[in-house]
């Protein structure tokens, strides 16, 4: 059975050799990869998965998203394989900015992250492929070929999630709000005190969100926000 691309007790780059520099490869057919994690150990197995293939090469390795820009406007690599949660930019900012620049950059999201909420941005933002950290190698690589070739990769399990929660109604902005200082642990006075808004239009809030949600308690409430990634606790 085939390894899985992260597990806390094998490291990414057990076993694997780097790529080949950019300039073995000039001249080639090859799909041109950028990654960009700030997990150091993520991406040297990344890249030494890739550079195993014959039909690929690693362009680029970044640490940030804003680094990831940079890096693509000087390689305009074929596939950019983007982490979701990146300090300095995210991914769904990187992507952004990329995607200002050439509208049919392909990009693929690599992310331990798949709530509703998370599946959502990278898809609104333009990704092309959703690939989770614990998918398996023929996974990952079967998806930078897929977006290669501008085709789109994301498993039906993560589109039957997003389909599941654009269904329902959405939150607003001020009930976002709340819920966030709910999961927090604040009572509903603490809550109207933060936002210097009543404990009564708290609790209107809060019947508001316990419809869209379809839960009975605050608790059941975070519990299905965190799922959601409307939360992060």
Known sequence: MTSPLKSPSRPLTAGLPR???EGEHQGSNKVRVLIADDHVTVT????????LQPDMVVVAEAANGRQAVDLWRKHRPDVALLD???PVLDGVGAMADIRLED???????????DTDNEIYRAIKAGAKGYVLKDAR???LLDSIRRVSRGETSIPPALLEKLAAGVGSEPLTGRELDVLTLLARGKSNKQIGASLYISETTVKAHLRGIFTKLS???RTEAIAVASRRGLVRL
Not at 44 to 51: D, H, N, Q, T, Y
Not at 105 to 112: C, D, K, P, W
């Open 44 to 51: 040297a197995g990344l890249a030494s998965i890739i550079g």
């Open 103 to 113: 509208p049919s950059a392909r990009v693929i999201v690599l992310t331990t992250f």
């Open 19 to 21: 790529p080949r520099s």
């Open 215 to 217: 839960v009975l308690s």
């Open 84 to 86: 979701l949660r990146m």
């Open 137 to 139: 190698r023929e996974e």
